[in-house]
């Protein structure tokens, strides 16, 4: 009779897996609760309690698959992102002290070919934050978005953001050409 082997249990290394990622974990959210409220306010209770929450949740959550980034290509999309941010917020401003509020609101449809998962949801996440657009839904991969100037070539600005958040991030899928919507 053959003697049967069994592999030794992947425990240690899971349980090391998810120790690492609660560790990256309660850096993280201690560091974000530091920079957006100071040194001080990190030693709240409040804010003990949401480090400690989020590094819990970090536990009990199941493992999303990794974030593959391409390091050389996220200073360009930072650039790029404080660049639309500024001239964004000053072209809201703009309008906003203008006496006529020359503003043109309108829902724009733009159809992505980023993956789903965190390419999708980063490129929703930054034309949120840029002055002037929102993101109101999404519907498979397209998307239908606010804007304050239905005039302005949004489309092309969506396209710029969308190649260079798909140069950001090593996944296959995100390679192919854009289609037009």
Do not use: N
């Amino acid at each position: 009779m053959a003697e049967s082997r069994t592999p030794p249990p992947a425990f240690p290394d899971r349980a090391r897996a998810r120790l690492k990622r609660a560790g990256w974990t309660l850096l993280g959210a201690a560091g974000l609760w530091w920079i957006l409220a100071g040194t001080s306010a990190l030693l709240e209770p409040l804010a003990l309690l949401a480090v400690i929450l989020a590094t819990a949740a970090s536990l009990a959550l199941p493992p999303g698959r990794p974030l593959a980034l391409r390091p050389r290509a996220v200073p360009g999309l930072v650039a790029c992102f404080l660049r639309a941010s500024f001239l964004g917020g000053v072209d809201v401003a703009r309008r906003a002290l203008d006496p006529r509020l020359p503003i043109a609101p309108a829902f724009v449809a733009y159809r992505s070919d980023l993956p789903h998962g965190p390419p999708l949801t980063l490129f929703m996440a930054v034309i949120s934050l840029l002055p002037g657009t929102l993101s109101v839904r999404l519907e498979g991969r397209l998307l239908t978005l606010h804007v304050l100037d239905r005039h302005a070539d949004t489309q092309t600005a969506l396209a710029d953001l969308e190649a260079r958040i798909r140069a950001a991030f090593d996944d296959p899928r995100a390679t192919h050409p854009r289609r037009t919507p």
